[in-house]
């Protein structure tokens, strides 16, 4: 049996402060338990946060650590699974703003 493959999930384009949520929206997400921001390079990670998906899969929740020392840029957020060795989603873009 393989690992269903985590489709590129979509975020609102809002801007995110810190200790904001993020939902992401797509589909085989009921397996995902964190998320990691990247810078916009898609390279360079900043800071993995847990991330939580609803009953149906279609939605997960994350959130924006507060504080994260970061000013106002464009970032990659990935999610993925716990899985040996982890799934990820493709990376989307999101917004960082000041409080």
Same mark, same amino acid.
């Given at each position: 049996?393989?690992?269903?493959?985590?489709? &590129?999930?979509?975020? =609102? =384009?809002?801007?995110?402060?810190?200790? =904001?949520? &993020?939902?992401?929206?797509?589909?085989?997400?009921?397996?995902?338990?964190?998320?990691?921001?990247?810078?916009?390079?898609?390279?360079?990670?900043?800071?993995?946060?847990?991330?939580?998906?609803?009953?149906?899969?279609?939605?997960?929740?994350?959130?924006?650590?507060?504080? =994260?020392?970061?000013?106002?840029?464009?970032?990659?957020?990935?999610?993925?699974?716990?899985?040996?060795?982890?799934?990820?989603?493709?990376?989307?873009?999101?917004?960082?703003?000041?409080?």
């Amino acid at each position: 049996m393989s690992t269903p493959q985590i489709q &590129i999930p979509t975020v =609102d =384009d809002g801007k995110f402060a810190p200790g =904001d949520d &993020i939902v992401l929206a797509g589909t085989n997400l009921e397996m995902v338990t964190n998320a990691t921001f990247y810078k916009q390079d898609g390279k360079t990670e900043l800071y993995t946060v847990s991330a939580n998906a609803n009953g149906k899969g279609t939605e997960v929740s994350t959130n924006r650590r507060n504080p =994260d020392n970061l000013g106002p840029q464009r970032v990659k957020l990935a999610v993925f699974t716990n899985d040996s060795p982890p799934v990820y989603s493709n990376k989307v873009d999101v917004t960082f703003v000041n409080a």
